[in-house]
């Protein structure tokens, strides 16, 4: 094997090169690695900066704590190098799971870090740049400037065909959005004004069951359990044209958890989709009412969903 740099996200391996002039290329994803090709490899750990521990519930390609793989003979402590390598492979993760809302977080959170390879970067969000920038500058309340996030907003431009003498940007988006299928994450809001429960505490009394005897082992079977039974909840993300405030709101519903353990399942309002995302949506596929939507991540802070427009 003649690869310098690797980084496993999970299931996935990416691979990168250095150059004898300290330039860092990607070689994009490869498959077929097996650890006793890397054992002399140097191993480290990614940064902390993005961890599933974070979270109540996060879906597999997401649920991986990165490691980078560098071979004997190259040389990564150069700061910059290094600081990149610790942070893209979180990066890696969300956009080869499609998480456009993580993928635009995760550049904010070290952007300065990601902007030094600015080419580099932005050859591996341009897939997800127009889907990035949406989440980004639509679906946040806190909303993201586009002209503060210019390596992403540059590539979606090119995408979205985005003249600004002609058009505003959420009319760039109509038109691309009319023209073609897009998936997104977005963060719910309003999510006060209903009681569905992300983490009640039926499902907190599962550890009580834990027997010492066998702490790790009963600890991964409530884990996977827990994880599994998040991920088969099922979510409803569809138009409300009868809401009395926005005829153009997109309604969230989510199964309630304590009535699914009871055998009682049944969808409970959960939140809306951002007023400015939903009118964006709405407008470019007046006709569609329902979109095809999965429970994506639940934090403390958000709960976030998946949907193709």
């Known amino acids: 094997m003649n690869k310098q740099i690797i980084i496993k996200c999970g299931e996935n391996w990416f691979e990168f090169s250095k150059s004898k002039t300290g330039q860092l290329d990607y070689a994009g994803k490869i498959e077929n690695i097996s650890l006793p090709e890397i054992e002399e490899y140097q191993k480290i750990e990614s940064s902390t900066y993005f961890s599933p521990s974070w979270y109540t519930y996060i879906q597999d390609g997401l649920n991986n704590n990165p490691q980078i793989y560098a071979a004997a ?19 890696l993760s969300a956009i080869e799971a499609k998480d456009s809302l993580l993928a635009g977080e995760l550049y904010l959170r070290r952007q300065s870090v990601f902007e030094k390879f600015a ?34 907003f540059n590539s979606a431009k090119k995408k979205l065909n985005y003249k600004a003498e002609s058009e505003t940007l959420e009319q760039a988006f109509i038109r691309y ?40 082992g009963a600890a991964e079977k409530i884990r996977k359990a827990k994880h599994d039974f998040y991920a088969s909840l099922k ?75």
Not at 178 to 201: C, I, Q, R
């Open 73 to 91: 003979d190259v040389d990564i402590s150069d700061k910059d190098v290094y600081s990149f390598l610790l942070h893209i492979g979180a990066i």
């Open 177 to 216: 959005f009319k023209e073609n299928k897009v998936t997104v994450t977005m963060p719910l809001v309003g999510t006060s004004f209903y009681h569905w429960d992300s983490a009640p505490e039926v499902l907190e009394k599962l550890t009580d069951n834990l027997n010492c005897e066998d702490l790790l």
């Open 235 to 309: 979510a409803s993300v569809q138009a409300e044209p009868y809401n009395q405030f926005d005829k153009n709101a997109i309604l969230v519903c989510i199964e309630n958890i304590e009535a699914k353990i009871s055998g009682n399942p049944g969808l409970e309002k959960a939140g809306h989709i951002r007023a400015l995302a939903a009118k964006v949506i709405r407008e470019a596929k007046e006709e569609k009412m329902s979109y095809n939507g999965k429970l994506c991540r639940i934090s403390y802070r958000d709960t976030v969903v998946q949907m193709t427009v």
């Open 119 to 152: 080419p580099l970067v932005q050859y591996i969000m341009e897939p997800l740049c127009v889907e990035i920038l949406f989440s980004l500058s639509f679906g946040k309340m806190q909303n993201v400037k586009p002209e503060t996030i210019p390596l992403i």
